[in-house]
């Protein structure tokens, strides 16, 4: 099997932990590489409900290798809780996980900053997962960032960390004494995790390169969807990583060459959770059924996902940016109940009708979206396996699709479960 890359073509949460661990069974390693706790990726087998969020999807099939790239960015704290959470449920994780020696820390400061940040922004908030994601990018980038590696360092490590609360002062002198001190302890406590962390740590991308050279396959993991992207996602309504197929070099250290297929995962209509604009939302009506029937509520934060139709604008431009080869089309069955179903061919602004995405705020929260209406099946579709047992409607809807976006559905998903799925 070639080397295949998974990304969300929206807003993220488009079931990709659901393909992922489809997928692992045909690969040999799976590694994630971007984000971090901010994903929140679910995956049902059985009557068993998993949300992954640092670690990657594949981990529940026992024996693939899963890794994490330098692209992540890791809360050892909430890494050890996930991996001590997975063992209680029989997934055992040790001598098959790999962490990148160069993968960024969030340390308990992040968090705090971004609380604090998210507050002053007031209505202007981002709504972020609280997960510490945008300060630890943001140390990244400034190369005041503390790394897996600098733990083995612990006069550096404790510098930094020093450093790191001084150049924050400004905003951290909003905590009281007591509540710094604490903030100051928990940092310099990261430490503690060195004996958990030493026999996981590798240089991935060496790894990962001599498996590919050995034949092995490997799955590529990615977190978000396109327009959370900080380079063209819906800035500064996004998270601060590179969620499309361009991460997979500089997140795992692994040459282009080497990239396979791109599997797109689009969700038969959008969602997106925290604010920003989102041309196709509904308010209510559509909005409640979609949401109850998909049970639209953040994996992570539980927050009730905000939901709308199809966007072909959108989509368009999330697959020219990835490339995508194959769709993996999920939550098929959320649509069984509708009459008409409207797909956003494009976007009405100022009497002007556009068709090509645009990164700017006002246009996307003031533009009009112009639809298309197609007939909806009113059956169900619900853990339907095969292609030729859905409802004609449906099989058009699909065709649609492909045909909109010049590219071929690999994957229906008609339910949570691994085994609610058809192939084509
Ligand atoms: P991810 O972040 O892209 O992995 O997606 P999430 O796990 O955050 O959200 C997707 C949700 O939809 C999860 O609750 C899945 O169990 C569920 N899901 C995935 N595929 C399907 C499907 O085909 N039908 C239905 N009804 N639910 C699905
Ligand atoms: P998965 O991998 C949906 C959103 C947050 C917020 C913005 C910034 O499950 O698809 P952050 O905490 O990253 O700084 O938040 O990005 N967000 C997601 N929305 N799915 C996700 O991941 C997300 N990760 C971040 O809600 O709007
Ligand atoms: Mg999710």
């Given at each position: 099997m070639s080397n295949r890359v998974v990304v969300g073509?929206?807003?993220?949460?488009?079931?990709k932990g659901k393909i992922v661990d489809i997928l692992t069974g045909e690969a040999d390693i799976v590694a994630r590489f971007s984000g971090g706790a901010n994903a929140g990726h679910t995956v049902v087998i059985g009557d068993e409900k998993f949300i992954l969020h640092l670690v990657p999807s594949g981990i529940l099939h026992q024996n693939k290798i899963c890794a994490i790239g330098n692209g992540v960015v890791i809360d050892l704290e909430h890494l050890f809780s996930e991996l001590e959470e997975l063992e209680k449920r029989r997934i055992k994780y040790r001598g098959r996980f790999l962490i990148s020696r160069n993968a960024h820390l969030v340390m308990p400061y992040h968090k705090a900053i971004e609380k604090l940040e998210e507050e002053a922004r007031g209505k202007g908030k981002i709504g972020s997962t609280g997960r510490g994601i945008g300060p630890a990018y943001r140390d990244k980038i400034a190369r005041e960032g503390i790394r897996v590696?600098?733990?083995?360092d612990s006069e550096l490590f404790k510098q930094r960390v020093e450093w790191n609360l001084k150049i924050n002062d400004n905003l951290l002198r909003k905590l009281s004494k007591t509540e710094l001190a604490s903030l100051k302890k928990k940092s310099l406590d990261i430490l503690k995790f060195i004996r958990k962390v030493k026999p996981l740590i590798a240089d991935v991308g060496l790894y990962l390169d001599q498996a590919i050279r050995k034949g092995k396959s490997v799955l590529f993991e990615g977190a978000q969807g396109a327009l959370l992207d900080i380079d063209f996602g819906t800035y500064p309504y996004?998270?601060?990583?590179?969620?499309?197929?361009?991460g997979v070099c500089t997140g795992l250290?692994?040459?282009?060459?080497?990239?396979g297929e791109v599997i797109g995962i689009t969700k038969a209509y959008t969602t997106r959770v925290g604010n920003g604009p989102f041309p196709?939302?509904?308010?209510a009506g559509v909005c409640d059924i979609l949401r109850e029937r998909g049970n639209e509520?953040?994996?992570?934060?539980?927050r009730p996902r905000r939901c709308g139709w199809l966007d072909f604008v959108l989509l368009k431009y999330s697959f020219r940016i990835n490339g995508i080869s194959k769709i993996a089309l999920t939550k098929l069955d959320v649509l069984d109940s509708f009459e008409k179903i409207k797909v956003c061919v494009g976007y009405r602004y100022k009497g002007k009708l556009l068709t090509e995405f645009t990164p700017d705020l006002r246009t996307l929260e003031n533009c009009k979206p112009v639809y298309q209406e197609l007939a909806g099946w009113q059956k169900s579709t619900k853990g339907i396996t095969e292609f030729k047992r859905l409802p004609d409607k449906a099989k058009r809807y699909l065709d649609y699709i492909a045909k909109k976006l010049k590219t071929p559905i690999w994957i229906v998903s008609t339910g949570t479960k691994r085994d609610q799925t058809i192939r084509l």
């Open positions: 073509t929206q807003w993220g949460d488009e079931g590696i600098d733990l083995f996004c998270t601060s990583s590179t969620t499309t197929v361009g250290g692994v040459s282009p060459v080497l990239i196709t939302e509904e308010k509520f953040g994996a992570t934060t539980g």
